[in-house]
């Protein structure tokens, strides 16, 4: 799971995450400010993959507070 935070409030949530990688520049090779990744957005914060929750391509500034985790 991906949870992003404004503040102490729960804004989204990403579950079954493919990737969660750096993005790198393609003319200078440089570490760029954010990550991105592959997951189910979970629309609902339930928790779980709901049949109508698709996977989409996110992006995360590295000024974001987000918890990255394995479920228990």
């Known amino acids: 799971m991906l949870e ?3 503040g102490s409030t ?3 949530r990403f579950l079954q995450i493919d990737k969660l990688s750096t ?3 393609t003319a200078d090779g440089g570490v760029r400010d954010y990550r991105f990744g592959y ?3 979970d629309a609902n914060l339930n928790g779980e993959a ?3 929750e698709r996977q989409v ?3 995360v500034s590295t000024f974001s507070t ?3 985790y394995e479920r228990p």
Do not use: H, Q, S, T
Request: hydrophobic content about 50%; charged content about 20%.
């Open 4 to 6: 992003i935070y404004a």
């Open 23 to 25: 993005a790198m520049g």
């Open 50 to 52: 709901d049949p109508r």
């Open 66 to 68: 987000y918890v990255f």
């Open 10 to 12: 729960l804004v989204k």
């Open 57 to 59: 391509y996110f992006e």
């Open 39 to 41: 997951g189910v957005l």
